[in-house]
């Protein structure tokens, strides 16, 4: 890791969201919402969608959903999440390149993109979305830090939505603390959830995570690999098919053993902002190497908000870990080489 370090260099280069996203634009996203939603949702409906999920076999996505559930922290700062104008200027940076793959996050942030799409669409230009994956998260209501955050069900979109909106397939999270009645009754609901989507043909990202309930508030995560195998295997069997199921899994050390619990295609999460990409890119390289079955990512934090540098620029470089096999080392230079990329992308639409 600290060899890497040294190849990694950020010189005196900071990511603003300001050079990217401007203020004004953002601030026209609320007017639509007043004045112009019909129109916004006619522009939502209209979207080319892919015709294959995974045209290759792989998925890079990013993740979108933290707020909703009362997680605001990024790596320096408790509120960081919660400043929508940096966070969606982030995921704008992130989801206008034609690399990345898709979205997943809540109804109000699909809908915050789909404005400025929608506005990105009346300069004359094609839309940013079309072709990409735009996945709905359905369950907060585990809100993070809480004594009922096992009790987790849909607050956020309905897979009836999802369809009319003509959006790309939902996620779903279950914590798994078998000793906690909370746990098996949110079990038992994303599985009816889960069943609806498959009656209307809608994929899913299925999330199960392993861990204990905090009696005095929150949930502690078990990333351990043997963890990990067993509610793999639980989450597998959830619904009334497998087919058109994705697992999202953390990943760790043994993470061969934790692919061969499971014929399921699993995307890697990445987990808290760790301040700088190294640790992700790392994990990830590992992780494809890992089983035939690793599929991909489905990642925010780490993305979204890399310390100082570009959010593209990480997410392009965790796209050819994804895609192409790349070597850490080689993401790292490929990322140097994206950093600041497009920057003036948005600033016609002002």
Sequence with gaps: MNDLMGKYNLADYKFIVSDFFPQELYEQITEL???QQEAVIAHAKKRQQRKKLAPEGRLNILAADHPARNVTMTADNPLGIGNRYDYLGRILRVITDPEIDGLMATSDLIEDVFCVDYLYTLSGRNSFLDRKLLIASAN??????YSYEMFDLTTSTTPEQVIELGLDGIKYLVRFDLADRDSIETMIYIAREMNKCIDLGLPIFLEPLPGRNLKDGGFELDKTAAALIKVAGIASAMGKTSFNTWLKLPYTEDYQQ???ATTLPILM?????QG?????LVDFAEGMKAGKNIRGTLVGRNVVFPGDDDPLA????????THNDYSVEEALQYLSQQRGKEMDLLQALI
Excluded: D, F, Q
Excluded at 140 to 145: A, D, E, K, P, Y
Excluded at 269 to 273: I, Y
Excluded at 276 to 280: D, E, K, S, T
């Design 33 to 35: 919402r007043i004045h």
């Design 140 to 145: 907060r209501s585990g809100l993070n830090g």
């Design 258 to 260: 934790v692919s061969l």
């Design 269 to 273: 999460l990445g987990g808290n902002s």
């Design 276 to 280: 700088n990409p190294i640790p992700i």
């Design 314 to 321: 990480v997410a392009l470089a965790v796209n050819k870990i």
